[in-house]
Every structure is written in structure tokens, then in C-alpha cells.
């Protein structure tokens, strides 16, 4: 065992836990990212103490990264091993803030440069052929189609459809309040067609799935508990079959789908930000590579000269 490791890694989960506030999901990865760093330091580094781990520590790390196989057999991606040097980052630039160490080993290593590929987006006939394959007049098929429509008409994530409660709901106004990444809270409009089949599905169909023990969370499973995130991932790949949809799609497609299409339509970017709940607006930025995209595949497609 590496000296004061687990020691110095329960103060910094215990950090993002009650001082930032970051939900469980990510608290998970940043322990998993750490978990691994700790196995490559007892299997593969000379270092035997917390206080010997160095720059050229966190270099050989990445090195190791560069090279080893993952679980699927293909190499670490520039992605992931630029994650992984994040989680280093703020894990010693912690340790430093709370004068655990004196330097930051990872602080002045480079991160890989990454290709930013653009999400696969549907265009209009796609997402309209993906809402209308539920079967309506079934329970199961009206509550995927109001989850379907919720999801597009205000950009949610997976996260956050799966935790919205019925006291979040205010359709009088034409808006959802959301509690998305570090619990933070946004207000987000929502569409004419979402509030129409939610409320169907809770007039018809929630009231199905709901038993004794059922919780406030607006949309349920059969056993009328909250739905996984897995759930609705085979929600939208099932129904994207069914409407002939040839591109791998997923829960955030929706949701890029969303930015999109509120872009083509002259939405100002950071109105789009908003909504989305991104912090910097750099993150939504990768929307105006899309719609640049899709110009010019347009120009393409219809110019004499193109």
C-alpha cells in the first residue's frame, strides 16, 4: 500500500462531496480515475511513498495509459487519458490548497490535444419519425412518448429526466425546473407538444405504474419506481429502430438535437447555454461547428458549384 494515499483520497472525495457538491456520478468516476492511478503505482511505479510521487510519476502514468489495453482490449483514447490527468490535477491542486504538499506533481504536464468530433444530430423528419413510433394507446408507449418529447422540447439529460418530480412540473407557465450537474438549478421552457402527452401520461397512464410506495418522480417504471438511466437508453435506441433511424443514437442525441435545431432557428447561443445549463460557454459553442456543417453540406448539395 502507497503511504497516506487512501488517507489523502477520502479527504478529497469527502471535498467534492460536501463542498462542491458534485452528484454521485461524478464523485464515482473521480474515485475510479484515482483507483487506477493507485494500481499502476503498487504494479508498475518504483515509488513507494505518497511524499516520492513526482512530475515524471504522473508522466510515466500517462505513458502507461498510452500503452495499456482497457478492458475492451483498445488502447486508452487521448480522451480518456486527458481525463484521467484532470482527475490528477485537481486531486494534488487539492492536497496543495489544504498545504497536504508543497508542489502540484501534475500541475505543469501537458494535456494530449483532442480531435473534437461533432455529435451525431437528427435532422427533422428523424426526430419527428423517433416521437411518433410509441404506440400511444399502450401505458408503456405513452410514457416513453412523453419522455421522448420532454427530452427534445428542453434539452434535458438522462440525469435529469429520470430525477424530475411532479412538483417540477409548472405547465401553467410553460416551463420545468431542473436539477442538473453539481444539483444546480436551472429553469428551462418547454413545448406546447411535451406538456400535452406528460399530462396525458399522467392522467392515463402514470396512475398505472404508481403504487404504495411509489416516490414523487414523474416518470416510473413498472414496478413503479424511478426509471434508470439504462431504461431510457433502451428506450430511444428501441423506438429509433422502430422509426428506421440508421444513425447510433443515444439519450444526449436528444438533447444535441435540441441545441441544434433552436441554432438553425436563430436562437442567440447563449440563450442555448442557458437552457442547456453549461457553465462555460465554450461547451456550447460545439453546436455552431454543427450548424456550420450542416451549411455547407446544404451548399454542397444544391449550389451548381458546389
Known amino acids: 500500500m502507497i503511504e497516506k494515499f487512501e488517507q489523502n483520497k477520502r479527504l478529497f472525495i469527502n471535498y467534492l462531496k460536501l463542498e462542491k457538491s458534485l452528484s454521485q456520478n461524478t464523485i464515482d468516476s473521480y474515485n475510479f480515475d484515482l483507483e487506477l492511478f493507485l494500481s499502476f503505482l503498487q504494479q508498475e511505479s518504483k515509488v513507494s511513498s505518497f511524499a516520492k510521487i513526482n512530475g515524471n510519476t504522473i508522466q510515466e502514468y500517462i505513458n502507461f495509459l ?17 481525463r484521467y490527468l484532470s482527475t490528477m490535477k485537481s486531486f494534488f491542486s487539492f492536497l496543495e490548497s489544504e498545504k497536504i504538499i508543497k508542489i502540484n506533481p501534475a500541475e505543469n504536464l501537458d494535456s494530449p490535444r483532442v480531435s473534437r468530433e461533432l455529435p451525431v444530430v437528427l435532422n427533422l423528419d428523424e426526430i419527428n419519425a423517433l416521437l411518433d413510433a410509441p404506440d400511444i394507446s399502450d401505458k408503456f408507449g405513452l410514457r416513453d412518448r412523453a419522455i421522448l418529447e420532454l427530452m427534445y422540447a428542453s434539452g434535458l439529460r438522462v440525469s435529469e429526466v429520470i430525477t424530475i418530480t411532479l412538483k417540477d412540473l409548472y405547465f401553467k407557465d410553460g416551463y420545468v425546473r ?75 442525441t436528444l438533447r444535441h438535437t435540441f441545441a441544434t435545431h433552436l441554432l438553425e432557428g436563430g436562437a442567440d447561443i447563449r440563450i442555448i447555454q442557458e437552457m442547456l445549463g453549461h457553465t462555460d460557454i465554450s461547451t456550447t459553442q460545439i453546436y455552431t461547428h454543427i450548424e456550420s456543417s450542416y451549411l455547407k453540406e446544404i451548399h454542397k448539395t444544391y449550389h451548381p458549384r458546389g
Open 178 to 252: 431542473i436539477f442538473g450537474k453539481g444539483s444546480k438549478e436551472r429553469i428551462v421552457p418547454t413545448g406546447s407538444y411535451a406538456i400535452k402527452f406528460v399530462e396525458k401520461y399522467l392522467k392515463e397512464s402514470r396512475i398505472a405504474f404508481k403504487k404504495s410506495y411509489t416516490e414523487d418522480y414523474l416518470f416510473l417504471n413498472f414496478r413503479g419506481r424511478k426509471l434508470s438511466r439504462m431504461a431510457v437508453w433502451n428506450i430511444i435506441t428501441k423506438y429509433a429502430s422502430k422509426a428506421g433511424i440508421k444513425k447510433e443514437i443515444h439519450p444526449h
Open 66 to 82: 498510452r500503452n495499456k489495453k482497457s478492458k475492451n482490449e483498445s488502447r486508452y483514447s487521448d480522451k480518456s487519458i486527458n
